[in-house]
T-cell receptor, first 114, second 110 residues
Framework: NAGVTQTPKFQVLKTGQSMTLQCAQD?????MSWYRQDPGMGLRLIHY???????DQGEVPNGYNVSRSTTEDFPLRLLSAAPSQTSVYFC?????????????FGQGTRLTVV | EDQVTQSPEALRLQEGESSSLNCSYT??????LFWYRQDPGKGPEFLFT???AGEEKEKERLKATLTKKESFLHITAPKPEDSATYLC???????????FGAGTRLAVHP
């Protein structure tokens, strides 16, 4: 069972570059989300989606874009990378909403912006 | 403001030495309280969900409990393989999202 798959695992970007973090799930989950994890802080929600074609902002959305054209895929785009976006990024999915069912997480993407 | 606070930040135990991790929370509309385990370089892995005060759940050496303001993760006779970061999260029904605490790093030494 693949679950939630994130690519790439590691990435180094130069300031100002753009890139897309990929996330795919094979569990037919409606709810998908992106978090960033920084030392000493909890996971913080960037964007989330409650189904194909529907996305919304989380706690820290600035500098990031998302789209959800299929149930399976939820890519995260960094428009113009900044050093403050150096972090570990996790994609997650759950059956229904984000508040009352367990989330399944990918293995993470470690991003460094220089 | 919704908030989740975990304590201690780090905990070092000897193998077999039982202890508890704390998660205190304030949220406007609790839909569930979640415990996750995270190993270095990996994504969080689901452990438990608790929905109402007084509820308890167990899995091997772990037991989670819930009150109206906090949750405890009790670890009985821990082993080195229990070493990990334990994350607590609350589900905010008003905003359909999880709010995470910063985690407790647990190290169990032989």
């Amino acid at each position: 069972n693949a679950g939630v798959t994130q690519t790439p695992k590691f990435q180094v970007l130069k300031t100002g570059q753009s890139m897309t973090l990929q996330c795919a799930q094979d569990m037919n989950h409606e709810y998908m989300s992106w978090y960033r994890q920084d030392p000493g802080m909890g996971l913080r929600l960037i964007h989330y989606s409650v189904g194909a074609g529907i996305t919304d902002q989380g706690e820290v959305p600035n500098g990031y874009n998302v789209s959800r054209s299929t149930t399976e895929d939820f890519p995260l785009r960094l428009l113009s990378a900044a050093p403050s976006q150096t972090s570990v990024y996790f994609c997650a999915s759950s059956v229904t909403g984000g508040a009352d069912t367990e989330a399944f997480f990918g293995q993470g993407t470690r991003l460094t912006v220089v | 403001e919704d908030q989740v606070t975990q304590s201690p930040e780090a905990l070092r135990l000897q193998e077999g030495e039982s202890s508890s991790l704390n998660c205190s929370y304030t949220v406007s509309g609790l839909r569930g309280l979640f415990w996750y385990r995270q190993d270095p370089g990996k994504g969080p892995e689901f452990l438990f969900t608790l929905y109402s005060a007084g509820e308890e759940k167990e899995k091997e050496r772990l037991k989670a409990t819930l009150t109206k303001k906090e949750s405890f993760l009790h670890i009985t006779a821990p082993k080195p393989e229990d070493s990990a970061t334990y994350l607590c999260a609350v589900g905010d029904g008003g905003y359909n999202k999880l709010i995470f605490g910063a985690g407790t790093r647990l190290a169990v030494h032989p």
